[in-house]
């Protein structure tokens, strides 16, 4: 089978990688994180030291990177897959990025005479449910991947001026939800009980 390049071995991207290898896949994979990347050279993959390495040795790149910025460097650096990137490249990014990144890139690898695919995936990790019960698990969902998700919908009605103050608003109570040491360790419904007692406690201050 073809090389596969795969940029991003985190808690998502490591088992995303493994997949392709237990496919049959041969692997040339970058991360930043020196021990994983060992761990891969011992099952089989070749390490590369940049980016740009990767986009030099496949046609065919996949990166799963934390946020908007991270994916901009790893494309855009000097080390980064533009330069080094062979026409005909396809490039698919399952990192959850802004909108307005995403299309900047595809415009990059347009004139690489590439392609760019925004394939963002969420859900958590397969092994996440040998670290964490299934309520905790529920609740990472609701209070890190929403919280990330309402933030990526900001950011781009900002771009697009585009007012969305209940959306706004919504996205702070998220974020204060997973920072409160009473309510962050309960399920989705700690949201209506939030804003009621929030409104209790207005009325005891006004009384």
Request: charged letters at 15%.
């Amino acid at each position: 089978m073809s090389t596969v390049g795969f940029i991003g071995l985190g808690n998502m991207g490591a088992h995303m990688a493994r997949n392709l290898m237990r496919s049959g896949h041969k692997l040339i994979v970058f991360d930043l994180n020196t021990n994983i990347a060992t761990q891969f050279k011992a099952d089989g993959a070749e390490i590369a030291a940049h980016p740009a390495d990767v986009a030099a040795a496949t046609e065919n790149i996949i990166t799963m990177l934390p946020s908007s910025p991270h994916v901009k460097e790893v494309y855009g650096a000097d080390n980064g897959i533009l330069r080094t990137m062979q026409p005909g490249t396809l490039c698919i990014d399952s990192s959850t990025i802004d909108q307005i990144v995403s299309i900047e890139i595809a415009g990059w690898c347009g004139k690489k005479s590439s392609k760019y695919i925004d394939a963002p995936v969420s859900g958590g990790v397969t092994g996440m449910f040998q670290l964490y019960t299934l309520d905790v698990f529920r609740l990472f969902l609701l209070f890190i991947l929403l919280s990330q998700d309402l933030s990526l919908a900001q950011n781009a009605a900002t771009t697009v001026q585009a007012p969305t103050p209940l959306g706004s608003m919504a996205h702070q109570i998220y974020r204060i939800l997973s920072k409160h040491p009473e309510y962050s360790s309960k399920d989705f419904g700690v949201v209506y009980q939030f804003l009621k007692d929030q409104d209790g406690e207005q009325d005891n201050h006004n009384s």
